[in-house]
Protein backbone atom coordinates (compact mmCIF):
# COMPACT_ATOMS: atom_id res chain seq x y z
CA UNK A 1 0.00 0.00 0.00
CA UNK A 2 1.13 2.90 -0.83
CA UNK A 3 1.49 6.57 0.72
CA UNK A 4 -0.90 9.26 -1.24
CA UNK A 5 1.70 12.34 -2.24
CA UNK A 6 0.12 15.45 -0.91
CA UNK A 7 1.41 18.84 -1.84
CA UNK A 8 0.67 21.94 0.10
CA UNK A 9 0.02 25.35 -1.62
CA UNK A 10 0.73 28.41 0.70
CA UNK A 11 -0.39 31.02 -2.36
CA UNK A 12 -3.81 32.81 -0.65
CA UNK A 13 -5.48 33.63 -3.58
CA UNK A 14 -8.12 36.10 -2.21
CA UNK A 15 -9.11 39.56 -5.24
CA UNK A 16 -7.38 42.60 -3.11
CA UNK A 17 -10.67 44.13 -4.99
CA UNK A 18 -12.88 42.08 -3.05
CA UNK A 19 -11.07 42.84 0.10
CA UNK A 20 -11.20 46.38 -0.11
CA UNK A 21 -15.05 46.27 -1.56
CA UNK A 22 -15.54 44.45 1.64
CA UNK A 23 -13.74 46.79 4.06
CA UNK A 24 -15.48 49.70 2.52
CA UNK A 25 -18.83 48.10 3.26
CA UNK A 26 -18.07 47.31 6.90
CA UNK A 27 -16.80 50.84 7.36
CA UNK A 28 -20.06 52.23 5.67
CA UNK A 29 -22.09 50.37 8.17
CA UNK A 30 -20.40 50.79 11.28
CA UNK A 31 -20.07 54.44 10.40
CA UNK A 32 -23.70 54.76 9.85
CA UNK A 33 -24.69 52.72 12.47
CA UNK A 34 -22.66 54.86 15.34
CA UNK A 35 -24.04 58.30 13.36
CA UNK A 36 -27.60 57.06 14.07
CA UNK A 37 -26.60 55.85 17.69
CA UNK A 38 -24.82 58.70 19.24
CA UNK A 39 -26.57 61.94 19.33
CA UNK A 40 -22.80 64.16 20.02
CA UNK A 41 -21.40 62.72 17.33
CA UNK A 42 -21.26 63.56 13.29
CA UNK A 43 -20.91 61.19 10.45
CA UNK A 44 -16.63 62.09 9.91
CA UNK A 45 -16.62 61.89 14.13
CA UNK A 46 -18.43 58.17 13.31
CA UNK A 47 -16.14 57.39 10.34
CA UNK A 48 -12.79 58.78 12.18
CA UNK A 49 -13.77 56.35 15.33
CA UNK A 50 -14.63 53.21 12.71
CA UNK A 51 -11.27 53.98 11.44
CA UNK A 52 -9.12 54.09 14.44
CA UNK A 53 -11.16 51.16 15.70
CA UNK A 54 -9.88 49.50 12.18
CA UNK A 55 -5.99 50.40 12.71
CA UNK A 56 -6.33 49.29 16.34
CA UNK A 57 -4.90 52.43 17.55
CA UNK A 58 -7.49 53.14 19.75
CA UNK A 59 -6.54 56.97 20.93
CA UNK A 60 -9.83 56.79 23.11
CA UNK A 61 -10.66 60.59 22.43
CA UNK A 62 -14.06 59.03 21.04
CA UNK A 63 -15.82 56.55 23.08
CA UNK A 64 -18.99 55.53 22.39
CA UNK A 65 -22.03 56.40 25.82
CA UNK A 66 -23.29 53.11 26.79
CA UNK A 67 -26.17 54.46 28.71
CA UNK A 68 -29.03 51.82 26.61
CA UNK A 69 -28.31 48.08 26.15
CA UNK A 70 -28.92 48.52 22.32
CA UNK A 71 -25.65 50.92 22.34
CA UNK A 72 -23.59 48.17 24.14
CA UNK A 73 -24.73 45.30 21.70
CA UNK A 74 -24.39 47.50 18.61
CA UNK A 75 -20.20 48.53 20.26
CA UNK A 76 -19.31 45.16 20.89
CA UNK A 77 -20.52 43.28 17.77
CA UNK A 78 -18.79 45.90 16.13
CA UNK A 79 -15.86 45.50 17.94
CA UNK A 80 -15.87 41.48 17.33
CA UNK A 81 -16.31 41.12 13.93
Not at 40 to 59: M, N, Q
Request: aromatic share 18%; no cysteine.
Amino acid sequence: MSIPDYTIDDEFNFPIKAALIILMIYALVGTVGFYMLEEEWGLFGSLYFIFVTFSTVGLGDLVPSVNTNIRKKLYNSQSFL
